[in-house]
């Protein structure tokens, strides 16, 4: 059966959920749920896709050519793209081997499964676990209200900090609009205290039978389910009139390497963890230690 990303582009509501499903991470915008909406009761469905079966370094592909050089140099950027990939793929080897018992997918779902359950006003009629996105036909049949978690997970391009991220979007009325939009990001803090990266940052996750790796990963799990409920599931926050200190906190971008501002407010802070809603609205958990 095909899959939504070979669907008809100019149909909207597939267009509107491929964005949501497919997995790009390059829009950022949050949406906030009217407050009067969630003093009515709801009967959804909850779809929630997990693409990866195990964890991975994050590797963006590069453009080493210039561009318009012609096919030629276009297969030159797929072959270095490829053998990067390849290279991530032998240097994580060592903790997927040690943490070979670990099921990220039933770890998040079971979890999930509890903090769904506990909605006071969004009733759950049905939870779909899936890998891969909706057929035609299923989307055919969709009807609100709906909500629809996408969820990733992997390693820092230098292996030092694990992120694990869910996007949210909730449909109670109409599924060309949705009602709410969100992401939780989990960043945890550097996994060696000597700025120890690749090889010897995968070393430091695998060591003790992946004690660290299974540690954040746990973390990570939970605060997503954290920010899914204080963002939704519980009585939603209204950004606007949120409490919380103001907060500038500058760290190294996990992903890009460069120095990144988040501004916002404070939801929750201790010794080791930042909770915070960042300016456009969206929840991030960082690890103190990735402060600059």
């Known amino acids: 059966m095909k899959q939504l990303s070979d ?9 509107l959920l491929l964005t949501i499903l497919t997995g790009g ?3 950022k915008v949050h949406k906030s749920l009217e407050p009067e ?3 009515h009761s709801y009967q959804a469905t909850v779809l929630s896709k997990i693409p990866k079966e ?10 080493y050519t210039s561009a318009g050089g012609g096919l030629l140099w276009i297969l030159i950027d797929k072959a270095i793209n490829k053998a990067r990939g390849k290279a991530a793929e032998e240097r994580i080897s060592p903790l997927l081997e040690a943490a070979a018992d670990v099921d990220f997918r039933v ?11 506990g909605s006071p006003w969004l009733k759950i009629k049905h939870l779909d676990k899936r890998s891969l996105g909706y057929t035609q036909e299923e989307i055919a049949e969709m009807k609100p209200p709906f909500l629809l978690l996408n969820t990733f997970y992997e390693l820092s391009p230098n292996s030092q900090v694990l992120l694990v991220q869910t996007k949210a979007s909730l449909y109670l009325n109409d599924l060309n609009k949705p009602d709410y939009f969100g992401f939780y990001s989990y960043y945890s803090d550097k996994v060696g205290k000597k700025d120890e990266k690749d090889e010897k940052a ?4 695998a060591a003790n039978n992946a004690s660290a790796y299974r540690e954040s990963l746990t973390e990570g799990i939970e605060q997503n389910m ?8 519980d009585k939603p926050a209204d950004p606007k009139n949120e409490k919380g200190d103001k907060i500038r906190m500058r760290i190294r971008s996990p992903i890009s390497g460069s120095m990144q501002t988040f501004q ?4 929750k802070r201790d010794k080791y963890r930042v909770v915070m809603r960042e300016k456009g609205g969206n929840l991030f958990s960082i690890g103190t230690g990735l402060e600059e």
């Open 54 to 63: 195990e964890i991975s370094i994050h590797i963006e592909e590069k453009q």
């Open 264 to 267: 916002g407010k404070v939801i």
């Open 202 to 205: 995968i070393e430091l996750w």
């Open 37 to 39: 909406l969630s003093n």
């Open 226 to 233: 954290y920010m899914l409920h204080l963002d939704l599931l």
């Open 25 to 27: 991470c390059a829009v």
């Open 7 to 15: 669907f008809n582009s100019n149909w909207t509501v597939m267009l």
């Open 107 to 117: 770890q998040y779902w079971d979890e999930l499964e509890k903090a769904l359950y």
